[in-house]
């Protein structure tokens, strides 16, 4: 991880390098105080030391434990790279924390205050020292780390020693102590028993410890003997194509045949032909095991010769684009085993001379918690059971083992197998990944990590780098995917056009993250009922459902995140030290904190990226906030606060804020309340996000200069309005989620000026108002339908049935339609809506029949009924749509119910009548 620190430091230093008043402002300095004539190359030397570093340790295997030098010279490193970039950062604030009036005038003023020239100096003074410290590293790396441990790369014995070691155990297992694989082992045989003579690939891919290898041996064992020959070749431990080769002619060679070939002279187009001859007019079956890389397959795929009799290769792989070399009708992803598989399977390893190793009963409490804790995780359960088999059967030593796991996975040798399998799949991770991995162990056990939260806190923390012309917040979800691709994330909610709404870590994952995070001082995780040490090198701090307070004696100079999740600490002066004394902070996040006022001290967070409110009571921010220049992200939304100071304007960095002050996700109101900005918020450029904007004849004519705007909702919009705010809105071409509520149910809501409007990127939209009949006809629906994936409309009043001109929104996911509609029926039409997965109708006073063709709504999962009082029948045509799940109404007639009854055996069914 010390790499990961080095590179935000030469962030840090690269932006200060690069910036006019720095540059101008350190030739002033040095100009000024000769004992630091050579600022400029100081810092120059400091970025070239770190690079070479970084050059360094990008070559060595950064996690073995075993080199005792290498370890305590990296941490060294990691210590002051982190350091650097706390003086880099101050030092930029110090030269760009006043109002900026022209570089040279600025800059003239700037030296003309004695106590920033007493800051400069000590500042300047830190920079020197750190580059003696970094030569002096340099020198003891000579000394005393021995340049043998510098590896081949990611591929060394060391990383894939024990998922070669669990290859090979794999092959020796008792199929009595298998659980749960009976019917992923009838998809593998019939795949590779099918009638497709075609040389075909199979696919099993999910996280270390799965059970990947587990599965496919049982099957290969079992099934080899119907090939003419075969092979298994562990990927991890063919470093090179050249010894991939070499162990396949040695596999296909131990059934008798040509066993005498010597490949050790061999070349690599000679290796290759040996392949194809062994191969050649053979029946085979090859399993490729824990293959990282698509090229291990590409550098390959040429031996693989295809003689149309049936050969399979088998492939696993914890990494979603490996498992695409298969077919998707020949991928199977393996999931965690469910509760009662993980119970069995644990009872096998813990309790194995037991009668049907049945688990005492003053234990069944905490071996429920344990198997809890392992998540559906095979190996975890196999290792923590082999473990507590060992164990003395007390209750206490049982719960001692579940409340210490962590320190456990650190320390129990009886558990290196799994720490070793789970810790391969964070060493293969690329070095830009594994900072955001570890941060998602900030949060809480199970914790459902909303996507683009997630997203916004990498950014302030720094992780993301800009690539092209993509946003970070694209280049951020593309780390995300690649994480849920590489096993390290699960799914657990995607929204209706199928993109991750939420993701969570595995436990045991999880377990082994934080003990990464206390290892490099990433950062510390304080929980209810678990004790840990806050010390003054902590960097980030979560704390997590605690209830009692914390340790305030302790100085956190260098605390760069604090987060506080279920908490109730407001009463701490934990709070107030970190505002006093936290100087360097970047994250702060104070969701739910039940807390109505915010320090001034805000303000001297020079450094703050992310600031969270969400949430809190507070009613008003500190006019101090004007002098946070570095913020990216402000999330007032559904706390207090009513009204934004004018010197919020200063803020030229802001990309996201939030300031609804209420969320009604019933939708029974109309009422959308929110609050104004102060007219210098619409030249802030950078803003991407503004969620809960008070119209008025100022907002929406100031409003077209934010022409960098994706995500925008805004409240109280009156009829004289429209004209503008339709002119705003056409310099939006980035505009990808538009939300718009009229200033209440009778207000018409003109959008004349939509007209000609195109919204290429337009994903989502609302609209809450009366609309005129004409709206619906508008090229927005038809330029844009293509790209429209949600659409809310409520109050709309229309005397027209709608659907005809919706229905050109053919890749509509999400269609919510409320009050929309005075007529008596709705006829949704073959063909029409064929992507769409949830249908909300609502509070339509006259309408007495709704009817479904078939053919229509294809996908259709979800239907919502609410308030139809004159709907007496239910949806006519209902049974036509095959992919319905879910059935549900709320406030309906009374007798709405019994007339659904013999319908709902086809999906599932609820209601609520009024």
Request: glycine share 4%; hydrophobic share 40%; net charge neutral.
């Amino acid at each position: 991880m010390a790499e990961a620190a080095i590179l935000a430091a030469l962030q840090v230093i690269g932006k200060t390098l690069t910036n006019e008043v720095a540059k101008l402002a350190i030739s002033k300095f040095s100009k000024l105080c000769s004992t630091y004539k050579n600022l400029e190359s100081n810092i120059n030397n400091i970025n070239s030391e770190l690079r070479v570093m970084q050059g360094f340790l990008d070559g060595i295997e950064m996690d073995d434990q075993s080199n005792k030098p290498q370890v305590a010279w990296i941490k060294e490193v990691h210590e002051l790279a982190n350091h650097i970039e706390d003086i880099v950062s101050e030092f930029a604030y110090l030269i760009n924390n006043q109002k900026f009036d022209g570089i040279s005038i600025y800059v003239t003023k700037l030296f003309k205050d004695p106590k920033l020239l007493v800051d400069l100096k000590r500042v300047a003074s830190q920079l020197l020292e750190a580059e003696t410290r970094l030569v002096n590293l340099a020198r003891m790396k000579e000394r005393w780390v021995p340049t043998t441990n510098v590896s081949t790369g990611e591929n060394s014995n060391y990383s894939n020693e024990y998922s070669y070691k669990m290859a090979i155990s794999a092959h020796f297992i008792d199929e009595n102590q298998i659980v749960g694989i009976k019917n992923n082992s009838w998809k593998l045989t019939s795949w590779l028993n099918s009638k497709n003579l075609e040389l075909s690939v199979i696919s099993v891919w999910g996280m270390g410890g799965v059970g990947k290898t587990t599965l496919v041996t049982n099957v290969f064992k079992r099934e080899k003997n119907n090939f003419d020959c075969h092979a298994w070749i562990n990927i991890s431990q063919s470093f090179t194509v050249d010894n991939l080769l070499q162990n396949m002619i040695s596999e296909i060679c131990k059934e008798g045949q040509n066993n005498s070939i010597n490949t050790g002279n061999k070349d690599l187009r000679e290796l290759k032909e040996i392949v194809v001859k062994l191969l050649k007019g053979r029946k085979y079956l090859i399993v490729l095991d824990d293959m990282w890389d698509l090229n291990d397959f590409r550098d390959i795929r040429d031996t693989l010769v295809n003689d149309h009799r049936g050969s399979r290769i088998m492939i696993t792989s914890r990494i979603a684009s490996v498992a695409s070399l298969a077919p998707e009708s020949n991928r199977l992803e393996l999931k965690p085993l469910p509760e009662l598989d993980s119970w069995d399977l644990f009872c096998k390893k813990a309790f194995p001379i037991e009668r049907n190793h049945e688990c005492p009963p003053p234990l069944k409490k905490w071996a429920k918690e344990i198997v809890s804790k392992c998540d559906g995780l095979p190996l975890a359960l196999v290792s923590l059971g082999g473990v507590l088999s060992c164990s003395e059967k007390t209750e206490s030593e049982w719960r001692r083992v579940h409340d210490q796991l962590t320190w456990e996975l650190d320390n129990n040798p009886n558990l290196d197998p799994l720490k070793n399998i789970l810790n391969l799949s964070f060493k293969r991770l690329p070095k830009y990944l594994k900072n955001c991995f570890l941060h998602c162990s900030l949060f809480p056990e199970d914790f459902p990590l909303p996507r683009k939260k997630l997203l916004r806190l990498w950014i302030a923390e720094g992780f993301i780098q800009q690539k092209g012309r993509s946003t970070l917040e694209e280049v951020a979800e593309g780390y995300l995917m690649e994480l849920i691709h590489r096993s390290m994330l699960q799914v657990v909610e995607t929204n209706y056009s199928g993109r991750v709404k939420r993701c969570q870590m595995h436990d045991t994952l999880r377990e082994l993250a934080i003990s990464l995070c206390k290892r490099e001082n990433f950062g510390l995780i304080l929980e209810d009922n678990k004790s840990e040490n806050v010390d003054s090198s902590t960097r980030r701090l979560s704390i997590i459902n605690l209830r009692e307070t914390v340790n305030h004696d302790v100085c956190l100079p260098k605390l760069r995140t604090f987060m506080l999740v279920d908490n109730d600490v407001s009463s701490s002066p934990l709070l107030s030290m970190v505002f006093d004394k936290s100087r360097y902070l970047t994250v702060l996040d104070l969701e739910g904190l039940p807390i109505d006022t915010v320090p001034n001290a805000l303000g001297d967070l020079f450094n703050l990226h992310y600031l969270g409110l969400r949430k809190t009571k507070v009613k008003c921010l500190p006019k101090s906030i004007k002098k946070l220049r570095n913020l990216q992200t402000l999330d007032l939304a559904l706390s207090k606060i009513q009204n934004l100071p004018d010197d919020i304007s200063e803020l030229k960095k802001l990309r996201h804020l939030f300031n609804e002050v209420e969320v009604d996700p019933t939708y029974r109101s109309f009422t959308r309340t929110a609050i104004s900005l102060p007219k210098g918020m619409f030249y802030l450029k950078d803003l991407q996000t503004i969620q809960g904007l008070r119209s008025n004849a100022m907002v929406v004519r100031e409003l077209g200069n934010l022409t960098q705007l994706r995500t925008f909702r805004i409240r109280n919009v009156k009829e004289n309005h429209s004209v503008e705010l339709c002119k705003s809105l056409s310099k939006m071409s980035f505009l990808s989620n538009l939300d718009i509520s009229a200033s209440d149910e009778n207000e018409i809501v003109q959008f004349e000026g939509l007209e000609g409007l195109n919204l290429p990127q337009l994903q989502k939209l609302a609209l809450y108002g009366k609309l005129k009949e004409t709206m619906l006809e508008w090229p927005l629906f038809k330029i844009s339908g293509n790209s429209i994936q949600t659409l809310q409309l409520g109050w709309s009043e229309l005397q027209n049935d709608p659907l005809p001109s919706l229905s050109h929104c053919r890749n509509l996911t999400y269609l919510f339609l409320k009050r929309v509609y005075e007529g008596q029926q709705l006829i949704f039409k073959a063909g029409w809506f064929p992507k769409l997965k949830r249908l909300f109708l609502g509070l339509m006073p006259n309408l007495i029949q709704v009817e479904m063709e078939q053919g229509t709504m294809a996908s259709l999962e979800v239907i919502g009924l609410s308030e139809l009082k004159q709907l007496m029948e239910v949806p006519k045509g209902i049974e036509h749509l095959v992919s319905l799940k879910w059935m549900y109404c709320l406030d309906m007639p009374v007798d709405f119910g019994g007339l659904a009854e013999g319908t709902h055996q086809l999906f599932h069914f609820t209601c609520r009548v009024s």
